[in-house]
């Protein structure tokens, strides 16, 4: 009889213990494959991006330094140089880039005709590569051919693409340009959530376009405007596909943008330890971004309570 109860007992604990496959460990399983792809791709080569910015780059391998790489960037007045082109080109990039978004979209929210094709049209330029798009807008402002180049020489001259300022301002338009189309579709998204009972109650009560926009739609919209403003922070900073098939960075270091900085040090000039460096203050710069999105969200919602 004892042997029997001990038996019970036996089986139980071991019906009581969770197996490797049991219910409540199911979706762990299903989630390993995604957690390994983004082990792989994310996190081991942001660690050894850390820990390659702290070595010197020998013939024979790596020595550790510490931190006299990061030294030796910000002492370098071309790193500091393209840090500050990489705030000129964020700056303008983004109001471009939220502004006219937001535009088409409270256009296309109008449900005019022929929207489904005016959908098609803006979004031309963001299925398109960087190379393609960089290349075409370099194309343009050729001297000898480019068509928006004939357009302007009366205005600023027979080439505006070896300009330094020229050359700015053609990178933060087809940066631009091809951006919109992303920031235009989260917009219409967040619009077509607004009830149109909401906009119609303003209108009656007296409200115009203007008041309904910023007293009752943008209310509504702002999380998704935040989450534009931070996707758009990061992608100019991170901008470099686009800058170098438009300008490889030039003319001279005119377009150099700490992005660009960065591929050059490191594929260019096969100097890993500094691109490395350089890719770890690119990490922080989002990381403050991002950190000071999650602030004023979290203000809105204790604001909210």
């Known amino acids: 009889m004892f042997k029997r109860v001990r038996e019970d007992k036996l089986q139980a604990s071991q019906h009581s213990r969770p197996s490797l496959f049991s219910g409540r460990l199911v979706p762990l399983w299903f989630l390993l494959p995604a957690m390994l792809v983004l082990l792989i791709l994310q996190v081991y ?23 006299q790489n990061f030294q030796l960037l910000l002492s370098q007045g071309t790193f500091r140089e393209s840090f500050g082109r990489t705030l000129i080109f964020s700056a303008w990039y983004l109001v471009l880039v939220v502004a006219l978004g937001l535009l088409v979209a409270l256009l296309v929210n109008r449900r005019l005709k022929f929207t489904g094709w005016y959908l098609v049209v803006i979004f031309i330029p963001w299925v398109l590569s960087d190379v393609v798009a960089g290349t075409m807008w370099r194309w343009m402002f050729l001297a000898d051919y480019g068509l928006i180049q004939q357009w302007l020489t009366p205005l600023f001259g027979p080439s505006i693409y070896v300009n330094p300022s020229g050359a700015m301002g053609i990178v933060i338009l087809a940066s631009a340009w091809r951006a919109v189309a992303f920031t235009a579709l989260l917009f219409l998204g967040a619009l077509q959530t607004v009830p149109r009972e909401v906009e119609e109650s303003a209108a ?88 000071l999105y999650l602030r004023l969200i979290t203000d809105r919602n204790k604001q909210e309570d």
Do not use: C, H, K
Not at 52 to 64: A, C, I, K, N, V
């Open 45 to 67: 080569p942001t660690v050894y991006a850390f820990v390659l910015s702290l070595m010197r780059q020998r013939r024979g391998g790596f020595e550790f330094v510490g931190l």
């Open 204 to 291: 009656l009560d007296g409200a115009n376009r203007r008041q309904i926009f910023t007293r009752v739609i943008f209310p509504l919209i702002r999380p998704t405007f935040l989450v534009a403003v931070l996707l758009t922070s990061m992608r100019s900073i991170n901008t470099v596909g686009l800058i170098l098939a438009t300008t490889r960075g030039g003319p001279g270091y005119a377009t150099t943008t700490a992005s660009v900085y960065l591929y050059r040090s490191a594929w260019g000039e096969s100097n890993f330890a500094r691109g490395a460096a350089v890719s770890v203050l690119l990490f922080l710069a989002n990381a403050v971004i991002t950190l």
